[in-house]
């Protein structure tokens, strides 16, 4: 569900533009909110953020290692949690920097409609 943030910067551009936005527009202008939100998060505290998200599967991991490689259930279980965990942390880590990164330029339609947004 879309912040208040973010609802008010699409009511805004709707009012502007004189017509609702389409799908491609309120997710550039959804990213493009989060990222403004992301970018004022402090690097060293991204540190913190990124270490307990990968914690979660390097965790997972020391629970795999420690499970007897001949229960092949549970080996393949706890595999398939540290595997859903660690590709979660990359596409986590990703996202952010998209977003960081989408937040430097607002998206093209708002451009020509100006600063209000």
């Known amino acids: 569900m879309p912040s208040a943030a973010i609802n ?5 551009a709707e ?3 004189g017509a609702p936005l389409d799908n491609e527009q309120l997710d550039e202008l959804e990213l493009w909110q989060k990222g403004r939100a992301l970018a004022s998060v402090p ?14 599967a390097d965790d997972s ?3 795999l290692a420690r499970i007897n490689p001949g229960n092949v259930d549970q080996v393949r279980g706890q ?13 986590f880590r990703n996202d952010v920097a998209a977003a960081v990164e989408a937040s430097k330029t ?6 020509k409609q100006g600063p209000s947004v």
């Open 43 to 56: 690097p060293h505290a991204w540190e913190v953020i990124f270490e307990m998200v990968d914690s979660y």
């Open 8 to 12: 008010s910067a699409v009511d805004r």
């Open 15 to 17: 009012q502007e533009q």
């Open 61 to 63: 991991m020391r629970q």
């Open 79 to 91: 595999h398939a949690v540290y595997f859903g965990l660690n590709q979660m942390s990359i596409a």
């Open 106 to 111: 607002p998206p093209e339609f708002l451009r």
